[in-house]
């Protein structure tokens, strides 16, 4: 009998439930009580949900109130030494770790930020040095087995690999210059044998171990560590199904066959072409294989009869009792259900399937395998039939204005007129800035009054025209403020949009859009990504409108505000029956339209965002090359129009950039920003050792953070970044938009950067 299993399900809730918790807790509004009883309810509705859809094999312990790697540091007691001593609560130090903390006398900054591979969830980087003092402080997974237990599910519990842990870590400011993360292996493990031993004596049959570095090319290189971490682990453990996901496992499948582990989960639906010699390496072995056939990263409906044939493979040669069918990774990244869409047309809501769909899926694709006669399965496999024939035939369609476009670029669309050194001379007379010329990345802060603004609208309780006024006042409040703080080249603030993808999608043909499919990106911050569903095409100005009043407003320039095409295509649902590079350039040539406009109309810097750049590179190195070729070049599609008068910006953020810097460099705009407040200004080292001949802003204090830093601290930030950046190439700016923050933190933080920028005039 083939059994089914999801690895992992949204935290937020059906109707974001603990996202409004969370930021409640936070306002001092709600309880740590009450914010626990919010989290516990959401779990239990997760997996009652779950089993009442058939699914055998239920994720318990993967839930998190931010991060479930911040989970786990807190959990081992990888908690830094700044958050010791403070007198917090052990729930106050895990969000002081996430978000940072300042209040009652408390002032530590965040834990730095990673992307979770290659997606857009972000998890909290482990610090890790030769003096983390590993143990147990409280078995999280244990506890939410009980609970889970209690409410009547027996689930398998989620834990995060010892090894996949340790490399996704990195060495703490106090740790020696040669420490690396993975000689603490022999220190962690007793943790470990400690947490998995209490799930075995609690009566656990088996336990999900994630160990996703397997699927990277690092993963190659620690093979005598999984043998010596998993013949000590797997004695004490139940039953451990070893759990990769996002990319295949290459060459790694040799030693992982080697392992005592019962069972192993490896990516379909990403990694198709590894099924066979997954089965050839395992076929001698008790192993059991668990095959990601349910994507667990898009929200396409999965294809039955692709899933089966993938099954039915694995079957032939392991028997059905070795089989079990699965979500290809956590549903973490889908939404939670497509039963809250209202609004979305019959064919579309056809199409689609979210994480509660998803779970039916398994079980049905399970049920099918083991030789369901009930009929509901029937019927299911062949509506699933009528559904996936009528997709193929909608995607058969396209519009032949947009391809015949696409086939008509010319390798001279790519480049600028003139060469970076000639255009800074002609940007430098046209927009008169001054040393240490001083920005932000495009957003101002949401406010409760924009929100209800914005639902008024869509509700039809304020006409166009009056939500027009409403902007135009916002528009001019944010422009008023820049230049009474003293920024030099300023933005509009964006009031009008709701997200930096979902605003432009919404203008665009080609997508569409959900009313409450939100997918974690990180802490409470939470998405709805649009959905691409045909080609893409811009049938008028995005932008012109807003940017362009902002400009009439101000005697100082003004700075257009775009997502580029690579960040839009990756926070999307991308169509997975085109390549994403014909997608990329659909949206490249939208995006080149709107540029030039925004030229014509007098905007003089135009900034287009790829922080999804880094994001979307393959996860194995042998496929970076075909990636960043067009992910670059559609960069540049969009940008290279405009006149050498024109300064084109594009901002970075969260993700290592040091092995693709070449890339970065060969994009050509005229300034980059990126992150550099909460990573130890690692990008340094990358800026010795490539340099870099454009302009860059490094982003002197995080705005992920509600802390205001000084201008000290900014002061400190600028010279150590001045021993490597020439001063005539250097902007100064946040690291990331600030939507997200409030006024009174905006307003104090900005002023400290300017005064930091004018004692750089001063001073450097």
């Given at each position: 009998?083939?059994?089914?299993?999801?690895?992992g399900?949204p935290r937020?809730g059906?109707?974001?439930?603990?996202?409004?918790a969370?930021?409640a807790?936070?306002a001092?509004?709600?309880?740590?009580?009450?914010?626990l009883?919010a989290?516990?309810?959401?779990?239990?509705?997760?997996?009652?949900?779950?089993k009442?859809?058939g699914v055998d094999?239920?994720?318990?312990?993967?839930?998190?109130?931010y991060d479930?790697?911040?989970?786990h540091?807190?959990?081992?007691?990888?908690?830094?030494?700044?958050?010791?001593?403070?007198?917090?609560?052990?729930?106050?130090?895990?969000?002081?770790?996430?978000r940072?903390?300042?209040?009652?006398?408390?002032?530590?900054p965040a834990?730095?930020?990673?992307k979770w591979?290659?997606?857009?969830?972000?998890?909290?980087?482990?610090?890790?040095?030769?003096?983390?003092?590993?143990?147990?402080?409280?078995?999280?997974?244990?506890?939410?087995?009980k609970?889970?237990?209690?409410?009547?599910?027996?689930t398998?519990?989620?834990?995060l690999?010892?090894?996949?842990?340790?490399?996704?870590?990195?060495a703490a400011k106090?740790?020696?210059?040669?420490?690396?993360?993975?000689?603490?292996?022999?220190?962690?493990?007793?943790?470990?044998?400690?947490?998995?031993?209490?799930?075995k004596?609690?009566?656990?049959?088996s336990?999900?171990i994630?160990?996703p570095?397997?699927?990277?090319?690092k993963?190659?290189?620690?093979?005598?560590q999984?043998?010596?971490?998993?013949?000590?682990?797997?004695?004490?453990a139940?039953?451990?199904?070893?759990?990769?996901?996002?990319?295949?496992?290459?060459?790694n499948i040799?030693?992982?066959?080697k392992?005592?582990v019962?069972?192993?989960?490896?990516?379909?639906?990403?990694?198709?072409?590894?099924?066979?010699?997954?089965?050839?390496?395992?076929?001698?072995?008790?192993?059991?294989?668990?095959l990601g056939?349910?994507?667990?990263?898009?929200?396409?409906?999965?294809?039955?009869?692709?899933?089966?044939k993938y099954?039915?493979?694995?079957?032939?040669?392991l028997g059905?009792?070795?089989v079990?069918?699965a979500?290809?990774s956590?549903?973490?990244?889908?939404?939670?259900?497509?039963?809250?869409?209202?609004?979305?047309?019959?064919?579309?809501?056809?199409?689609?399937?979210?994480?509660?769909?998803?779970?039916?899926?398994v079980?049905?694709?399970?049920?099918?395998l083991?030789g369901?006669?009930?009929p509901?399965?029937?019927?299911?496999?062949?509506a699933?039939k009528?559904?996936?024939?009528?997709?193929?035939?909608?995607e058969?369609?396209s519009?032949?204005?947009?391809?015949?476009?696409v086939?008509?670029?010319?390798p001279?669309?790519y480049d600028?007129k003139?060469p970076?050194a000639?255009?800074?001379?002609?940007q430098?007379?046209h927009?008169?800035?001054?040393r240490?010329?001083?920005?932000?990345?495009?957003?101002?802060?949401q406010t409760?009054?924009i929100?209800?603004?914005?639902?008024?609208?869509?509700?039809?309780?304020?006409?166009?025209?009056e939500?027009?006024?409403?902007?135009?006042k916002e528009i001019?409040?944010?422009?008023?403020?820049?230049?009474?703080?003293?920024l030099?080249?300023?933005?509009?603030?964006?009031?009008?949009?709701n997200d930096?993808?979902?605003?432009?999608g919404?203008?665009?043909?080609?997508?569409?859009?959900?009313?409450?499919?939100?997918?974690?990106?990180y802490?409470?911050r939470y998405?709805?990504?649009?959905?691409?569903v045909?080609?893409?095409s811009?049938?008028k100005?995005?932008?012109?409108?807003?940017?362009?009043?902002?400009?009439?407003?101000?005697t100082?320039?003004m700075?257009g505000?775009?997502?580029?095409?690579?960040?839009?295509?990756?926070?999307?649902?991308p169509?997975?029956?085109?390549?994403?590079?014909?997608?990329?350039q659909?949206?490249?040539?939208?995006?080149?339209?709107e540029?030039?406009?925004?030229?014509?109309a007098?905007?003089?810097?135009?900034q287009?965002d790829?922080?999804a750049i880094?994001?979307?590179?393959?996860?194995?190195?042998?496929?970076?090359d075909?990636?960043l070729?067009?992910?670059?070049?559609t960069f540049?599609?969009?940008t290279?129009?405009?006149?050498?008068?024109?300064?084109?910006?594009?901002?970075?953020?969260?993700s290592?950039?040091?092995?693709?810097f070449p890339?970065?460099?060969?994009?050509?705009?005229?300034?980059?920003?990126?992150?550099?407040?909460?990573s130890d200004m690692?990008?340094?080292?990358?800026?010795?050792q490539?340099?870099?001949?454009?302009?860059?802003?490094?982003?002197?204090?995080?705005?992920?953070?509600?802390?205001?830093?000084?201008?000290?601290?900014?002061i400190e930030?600028l010279?150590?970044?001045l021993?490597i950046?020439?001063?005539?190439l250097?902007f100064?700016?946040?690291?990331?938009?600030?939507?997200?923050?409030?006024?009174?933190e905006?307003?104090?933080s900005?002023?400290?950067?300017?005064?930091?920028?004018?004692?750089?005039?001063a001073?450097?």
């Amino acid at each position: 009998m083939v059994s089914s299993s999801v690895l992992g399900f949204p935290r937020i809730g059906a109707n974001r439930e603990v996202k409004k918790a969370v930021e409640a807790y936070w306002a001092g509004k709600l309880s740590a009580e009450d914010l626990l009883k919010a989290a516990a309810d959401v779990k239990k509705s997760s997996w009652t949900s779950l089993k009442e859809r058939g699914v055998d094999l239920i994720p318990s312990g993967e839930f998190s109130l931010y991060d479930h790697v911040l989970d786990h540091s807190a959990a081992f007691n990888a908690i830094p030494k700044r958050y010791q001593g403070l007198g917090l609560s052990a729930l106050d130090v895990f969000f002081a770790m996430g978000r940072g903390r300042q209040a009652g006398g408390v002032d530590v900054p965040a834990c730095e930020m990673k992307k979770w591979f290659d997606s857009n969830y972000h998890f909290v980087v482990p610090e890790l040095s030769e003096e983390t003092d590993f143990k147990l402080l409280y078995n999280k997974v244990l506890a939410e087995y009980k609970e889970a237990k209690a409410a009547g599910v027996v689930t398998r519990p989620v834990v995060l690999g010892p090894i996949s842990y340790l490399v996704l870590g990195k060495a703490a400011k106090e740790a020696s210059a040669t420490f690396q993360p993975i000689s603490l292996l022999s220190k962690i493990l007793p943790v470990y044998k400690q947490l998995l031993s209490e799930l075995k004596a609690a009566g656990v049959e088996s336990v999900q171990i994630d160990e996703p570095i397997l699927v990277l090319d690092k993963g190659a290189e620690l093979d005598k560590q999984y043998a010596f971490a998993y013949a000590e682990l797997v004695p004490v453990a139940p039953k451990i199904m070893l759990t990769t996901y996002f990319n295949r496992l290459d060459s790694n499948i040799n030693f992982i066959a080697k392992l005592p582990v019962a069972g192993l989960h490896i990516d379909l639906v990403r990694a198709p072409q590894q099924l066979g010699g997954v089965l050839a390496a395992i076929k001698s072995t008790p192993i059991v294989i668990s095959l990601g056939v349910v994507s667990g990263r898009n929200i396409w409906k999965a294809d039955f009869a692709v899933a089966i044939k993938y099954a039915q493979t694995a079957i032939a040669a392991l028997g059905a009792d070795r089989v079990i069918v699965a979500t290809s990774s956590s549903l973490l990244h889908t939404p939670v259900t497509l039963a809250s869409e209202k609004k979305l047309t019959e064919q579309q809501r056809d199409w689609f399937s979210f994480a509660l769909e998803k779970a039916s899926e398994v079980a049905t694709i399970a049920a099918v395998l083991s030789g369901s006669q009930d009929p509901k399965v029937s019927a299911a496999l062949e509506a699933n039939k009528v559904s996936i024939a009528k997709r193929r035939q909608f995607e058969s369609t396209s519009d032949d204005a947009v391809r015949k476009r696409v086939a008509a670029i010319t390798p001279d669309m790519y480049d600028r007129k003139s060469p970076f050194a000639t255009r800074k001379e002609v940007q430098a007379k046209h927009l008169n800035l001054p040393r240490f010329p001083t920005t932000t990345i495009g957003s101002f802060p949401q406010t409760k009054e924009i929100r209800t603004a914005r639902a008024k609208l869509g509700k039809g309780e304020i006409s166009e025209a009056e939500y027009d006024e409403f902007i135009k006042k916002e528009i001019e409040m944010v422009v008023e403020f820049q230049e009474k703080v003293g920024l030099d080249l300023l933005v509009h603030g964006e009031p009008e949009r709701n997200d930096m993808v979902q605003y432009f999608g919404e203008q665009l043909n080609g997508f569409v859009f959900t009313q409450n499919a939100w997918v974690q990106s990180y802490g409470s911050r939470y998405v709805r990504p649009p959905i691409i569903v045909s080609d893409v095409s811009r049938p008028k100005p995005m932008t012109v409108k807003w940017s362009s009043y902002a400009q009439s407003v101000s005697t100082k320039p003004m700075k257009g505000m775009l997502s580029g095409p690579v960040t839009i295509l990756n926070w999307s649902f991308p169509r997975d029956d085109v390549p994403r590079k014909l997608q990329s350039q659909q949206l490249a040539l939208a995006l080149r339209d709107e540029v030039l406009d925004l030229e014509k109309a007098g905007i003089s810097a135009i900034q287009v965002d790829e922080p999804a750049i880094r994001e979307g590179l393959p996860l194995r190195r042998s496929d970076w090359d075909e990636y960043l070729q067009w992910a670059v070049d559609t960069f540049k599609l969009s940008t290279a129009g405009v006149s050498d008068a024109t300064q084109t910006h594009s901002h970075f953020c969260y993700s290592d950039f040091g092995d693709i810097f070449p890339s970065i460099q060969r994009l050509d705009a005229d300034v980059i920003s990126i992150e550099f407040s909460k990573s130890d200004m690692k990008l340094l080292h990358t800026f010795k050792q490539y340099g870099y001949s454009n302009q860059i802003g490094p982003g002197v204090y995080d705005i992920h953070s509600p802390r205001v830093p000084s201008e000290k601290e900014i002061i400190e930030r600028l010279q150590t970044t001045l021993a490597i950046i020439p001063d005539h190439l250097m902007f100064i700016n946040p690291d990331c938009g600030l939507k997200t923050r409030g006024w009174k933190e905006t307003e104090a933080s900005l002023a400290n950067l300017v005064a930091a920028a004018r004692w750089a005039r001063a001073n450097a």
